[in-house]
């Protein structure tokens, strides 16, 4: 079998079961099966595709038990770097690469990139923001906190494999009862916190309600976790500090009025579709 007679297979098999993103999943399934990136898998179509046992086991397994393609395949991009995904843990998404741009940007701007830095994040899930951030400031350190014992495995096993183990110290616990209790003051604090709102679960596609519920659900209009930061958080950033987190775009004037009751200064940046997805909050004066 050609490459192109695998993708058609896929397409057709996929679309019958109803799967939207049947064109992206075949493409992404086939391309790591045959060892190539995405964009080269043209390039393939007229080869022998190497493993059409394998991409039947993946198809099979996508259309009965809706699970995403990053998790089946173990692994996902972010930022270009390729990261393990355990089963349950969040995977990367689009919107993740926008929160690590804007954190490195703000650190380039407030700390430069010689100086000794040290950040905060909360719920590392695969590790990619702490561990990109660590590959692009050689200089910082970062602490984590992760509540679900396997995505603290899963962080640690891509922190050992991209050489930054020795520069992240993690923490396995809970961040309600984790962050009054903290001493050390940080530069930065990032998360993508759980913010689905509770209200929407039923409206949700089986591929997400796969992963662990703790990475997804934030009360019942999602910013549960965003107000605990607001309120109890700020104590452990420095007061040239910054923080910034992650949200959904109708969640923007919750956000603004939690952020401003409990004295931050704060902006909004926007992602590709021009909808506000990060917000960034500094500690007012």
């Not at 996929?14 to 045959?34: A, G, M, P, V, W």
């Not at 493993?51 to 259309?63: D, G, I, S, T």
């Not at 809970?174 to 009054?180: E, L, T, Y």
Request: hydrophobic letters at 40%.
């Amino acid at each position: 079998m050609k490459v192109k007679e695998a993708l058609e297979k896929c397409f057709k098999y996929l679309k019958n079961c109803s799967i939207e993103t049947y064109r992206s999943d075949c493409i992404f399934l086939i391309s790591h099966l045959q060892g190539v990136n995405p964009s080269l898998l043209p390039l393939e179509e007229e080869k022998l595709f190497k493993n059409p046992q394998k991409l039947e086991e993946l198809v099979k397994r996508r259309c009965k038990e809706r699970i995403s393609v990053p998790h089946l395949l173990g692994e996902w991009d972010c930022m270009g770097r390729t990261f393990k995904v355990f089963p349950k843990v969040l995977a990367p998404r689009p919107a993740t690469e926008l929160l690590i741009e804007h954190t490195a940007n703000l650190i380039r701007e407030k700390f430069g990139t010689q100086k000794a830095v040290k950040g905060l994040e909360i719920g590392t899930g695969t590790g990619c923001i702490s561990i990109n951030l660590l590959l692009e400031f050689p200089n910082l350190k970062m602490v984590g906190v992760e509540v679900d014992p396997i995505a603290v495995k899963n962080t640690l096993k891509n922190a050992e494999i991209y050489g930054v183990k020795d520069r992240l110290t993690l923490l396995e616990g809970d961040i309600f009862k984790i962050c009054p209790k903290m001493e050390e003051k940080f530069d930065f604090i990032v998360s993508n916190p759980p913010y689905i709102a509770e209200k929407d679960k039923d409206k949700l596609p089986k591929e997400v309600l796969y992963e662990n519920p703790k990475a997804l659900f934030g009360g019942e209009e999602g910013i549960k976790f965003h107000t605990f930061f607001a309120k109890h958080c700020g104590k452990v950033l420095k007061r040239e500090g910054f923080m910034t987190l992650e949200f959904e775009p109708f969640q923007k004037e919750l956000l603004e009025k939690v952020f401003k009751t409990y004295g931050w200064d704060i902006q909004f940046e926007t992602d590709f579709a021009g909808l506000p997805r990060i917000l960034i909050a500094f500690p007012e004066g």
